[in-house]
């Protein structure tokens, strides 16, 4: 004869088993944000009609040099004098040092009017007209929202001879510092500054004038 035996569970011993159910996936943690740099506002670009592209000037743009710290997936901002803080949550999207090189290539572009800036291992098809290096020391907001944005750039000319160095230095301030898209919109313009030097130092040497 078969006999079946009824447990009673303690009720307080139920209540335990739900919570732990419950609990068992753990806490939802923020999904992780990914953000990229952009080049200027395309009204920026005022090209003349009958310009052909295809016939501007021919510049290659060397890799672009940043500092280790800032040479990592995490978006980076400064804490203190001192001090920085890694942004988990807010990440590039791709590689932040080729992407500072895509945007000056963007940039670059539309100041000058040309199809032919390129960005080394890639070779210009046409004889070389301009070549550029650029090192940035410095490329991170702070926690007040302000940009700061330190590069040292030589421009060269076709065969390889330096026709300048500069130093340059220039801020942005984040319309909403605590938000990071903001951040990168201000990181953006601060890139768009230093590429407009650029651009009007490459046409000043070709003896084009200003850039637009």
């Known amino acids: 004869m078969l006999t079946f035996w009824r447990v009673q569970f303690p009720s307080t011993v139920l209540v335990l088993a739900t919570l732990l159910n419950a609990g068992c996936g753990g806490p939802v943690s923020p999904p992780t944000r990914f953000f990229l740099l952009t080049s200027l506002p395309a009204q920026e670009e005022r090209v003349k009609p ?11 743009l060397e890799p672009v040099e940043i500092p280790q710290y800032l040479n990592r997936p995490e978006m980076v901002t400064r804490a203190g004098g001192n001090r920085l803080r890694l942004e988990r949550l807010n990440q590039w999207a791709g590689d932040f040092k080729e992407d500072i090189g ?3 290539l963007e940039n670059l572009s539309r100041m000058l009017d040309s199809d032919r800036v390129v960005i080394l291992p890639n070779r210009a098809e046409s ?5 550029l290096a650029t090192t940035i020391n410095r490329f991170e907001p702070d926690e007040n929202g302000q940009v700061a944005l330190d590069a040292r750039w030589t421009l060269f000319d076709g065969k390889g001879g330096v026709l300048l160095t500069r130093h340059t230095r220039v801020s942005a301030r984040a319309d909403k510092p605590d938000d990071h898209e903001s951040l990168v919109g201000a990181m953006s313009r601060t890139l768009g500054m230093l590429n407009r030097e650029m651009g009007e130092a490459i046409l000043a040497q070709s003896g084009k004038g200003k850039a637009k």
């Open 102 to 104: 895509r945007v000056t």
């Open 127 to 131: 004889a070389l007209d301009f070549r």
């Open 50 to 60: 009958g310009v052909n592209r295809q016939q501007g000037l021919v510049v290659e």
